[in-house]
């Protein structure tokens, strides 16, 4: 969904579209499993809350003592609060020549 805002503003010169951290999510029976961020880069995970076999989790992902990512079990506000804060990169339009 991002794409068609990168490319409106690169044919329109708008200011260029401000990007979110990736993002994806899974309804597993009466599991709703939700990621974000850039987990896959992560050295360090600490489970915040929870616990998998309560089917209520909360994972922080970090890189050389950054937050970079999260994943929730059934934990649906604290995911899209995280989400919310971390509006990523601003991308300059890429222009062919």
């Not at 999510?25 to 880069?41: E, K, T, Y």
């Not at 076999?53 to 909360?58: A, I, K, P, Q, V």
């Amino acid at each position: 969904m991002e794409e068609a805002a990168v490319v409106a503003a690169a044919l329109t010169g708008a200011q260029p579209a401000v990007l979110q951290e990736p993002y994806f999510w899974s309804d597993q029976f009466d599991l709703r499993i939700q990621g974000a961020g850039r987990i896959h880069l992560a050295d360090t995970t600490t489970v915040l809350d929870g616990s998998p076999s309560e089917g209520n989790l909360l994972v922080s992902y970090s890189r050389g003592g950054e937050e970079i990512g999260v994943l929730g079990i059934n934990r649906l506000r604290d995911v899209t609060r995280w989400r919310k804060t971390r509006r990523i990169r601003t991308t300059a339009p890429a222009l062919a020549a």
